[in-house]
């Protein structure tokens, strides 16, 4: 498959734990790495292979993959969480880098 | 401070030609590749494609395949992203990405370039 799929839009309480999930054939060989990006400006890496984080990203973020789905999860979102997030690995060639489409995250 | 500068929003014509660039400041340049991301307006991000700046490899996208070139003058530490031809489409905002060698995730990213094709 030449796609990743995610859902247009989740919402979560102030506080509460949230997943934003991301599907596709690739993600069975390619660990996805996420990007939050809030309004007017750049993306920024918040997880990526296992379950890393650079520096500076809070541990309320961590990734995880089964099978063919990776997913962010988010434990205790906060306002400054309310974003853009997109996920990206590469295609089942191995050449390719696929975004999936985003997910706009709104923090209630 | 690692990071890469972009440089400024440009507005051209159909049918121009335009030259965008990111420079690397704070690291090995020739130590990562370099990715490119078009953002349209409004919309999610898309993959343009990459360039090793130690030998000038690159791989791009199908999408993108012959409307850009992508080249590197590492001597200055600057990769660049050239159209010879511009099309109103190609309306969006412009990002480079660092990615190192032995991580699979774009971990440093240019400010963005607006490019406005407008007639």
């Known amino acids: 498959s030449s796609e990743l799929t995610q859902d247009p839009a989740v919402s979560v309480a102030l506080g509460q734990t949230v997943r934003i999930t991301c599907q596709g054939d690739?993600?069975?060989?390619?660990?996805a790495s996420w990007y939050q990006q809030k309004p007017g400006q750049a993306p920024v890496l918040v997880t990526y292979?296992?379950?890393y984080r650079p520096s500076g990203i809070p541990d309320r973020f961590s990734g995880s993959t089964s099978e063919n789905t990776a997913s962010l999860t988010i434990t205790g979102a906060q306002a400054e969480d309310e974003a853009d997030y997109y996920c990206?690995?590469?295609?089942?060639?191995?050449?390719?880098?696929?975004f999936g489409r985003g997910t706009k995250l709104t923090v209630l | 401070e690692v990071q890469l500068v972009q440089s400024g929003a440009e507005v051209k014509k159909p049918g121009e030609s335009l030259r965008i660039s990111c420079k690397g400041s704070?690291?090995?340049?020739?130590?990562?590749?370099i990715y490119w991301v078009r953002q349209l307006p409004g919309k999610g991000l898309e993959w343009m494609g990459r360039?090793?700046?130690?030998?000038?490899?690159?791989n791009y996208s199908p999408s993108f395949q012959g409307h850009v070139t992508l080249s590197v003058d590492k001597s200055i530490s600057t990769a660049f992203v050239q159209w010879s031809s511009l099309k109103a489409s190609d309306t969006a905002i412009y990002y480079c990405?660092?990615?190192?060698?032995?991580?699979?995730?774009?971990?440093?990213w240019g400010q963005g370039t607006m490019v406005t094709v407008s007639s």
């Open positions: 990405a660092r990615r190192p060698r032995d991580w699979d995730a774009l971990d440093i």
């Open positions: 704070g690291y090995n340049f020739i130590s990562h590749w």
């Open positions: 990206c690995a590469r295609d089942s060639s191995g050449d390719q880098l696929l």
């Open positions: 360039i090793d700046p130690s030998d000038s490899y690159t």
């Open positions: 292979d296992k379950n």
């Open positions: 690739s993600l069975r060989i390619y660990y």
